[in-house]
């Protein structure tokens, strides 16, 4: 059945042909069973069938092998991160005379690229495109390493950097001299641990889903620290975005975050705003009833 709400270019459009999937990644196997309406599927609630789902969709449309991640890092749902990506190149096309460009010489700063590396891994696979991957979290990134160096040639276009200050979004990894054509970043949501973890408990509990071995609520896509929250949330991250973004005006030609609570925007717009110089527009997105959208920026 075709997804329409996703992008007309994403892979993903058809759903998930789990026999294909099988063949590419047989581990994927013994997670496939049928659902109440007869088709196959997994259990999203089972991080293990999620990661599994990851490692065949990965492999089987993008080439990329051997692809894990640390138990409890984030293990986000490929066909979303897709649809970002085609956005983007949507987006540089509007800079490109309606072209979207592809190829080494475009280069794209992914903020927050977590253990997964999964926007680095998708748009050098669809469109060539060079990617810096940073993060605050060595172990992370230590992992996104070892995803590289299983697949030979990818190291040369994602380049992976340690932000030092965790509490900096672009300071310290942007470097002098460079220029990205468009900066990518899927925020922390949460403004600390605790809140997180209510927010778990509370879609875990309307949907009956306990930890067998604990009668705790779980999580399916997991989550360290940085990945789920910052001082402040979603619209402090973004917020110190925006701010640092005007002083790397002219290294960057887009800026752009996902912003997961459409109540954020008016904040968000009025921190723009006070830029005085900054033009903003928004990308609306959606994955079957999940909506989420983009706030992309430029300085004239």
Known sequence: MTKSELHPRNRHREGYDFPRLVVSSPE????????????????????????????????????????????GYLCPPVPGRADLIHEVADLLATRNGAVIPEGPGVKVLDIGTGANLIYPLIGQREYGWSFVGVDCDSKALESAQRILDANAGLGESIELRLQQEPEQILEGVIRSGEYFDIVICNPPFYGSLEEAQA????????????????????????GQNAELWYPGGEVEFVGRMIRESSRFSRQCGLFSSLVSKEFHLPVLFEELESLGNAEATLVEMAQGQKRTRALVWMFP
């Open 199 to 222: 927010e778990s408990r509370m879609k875990w509990r309307k949907l009956g889903k306990r930890s067998a071995a604990s009668g705790k609520p779980v999580r399916n896509f997991g």
């Open 28 to 71: 994927l196997g013994r997670f496939v069973r049928p659902n109440p309406y007869g088709s196959d599927s997994i259990d999203f609630a089972d991080p293990d069938a999620v990661k599994a789902l990851n490692r065949a969709l990965l492999a089987d449309l993008y080439g990329v092998q051997a692809w894990d991640i640390p138990d």
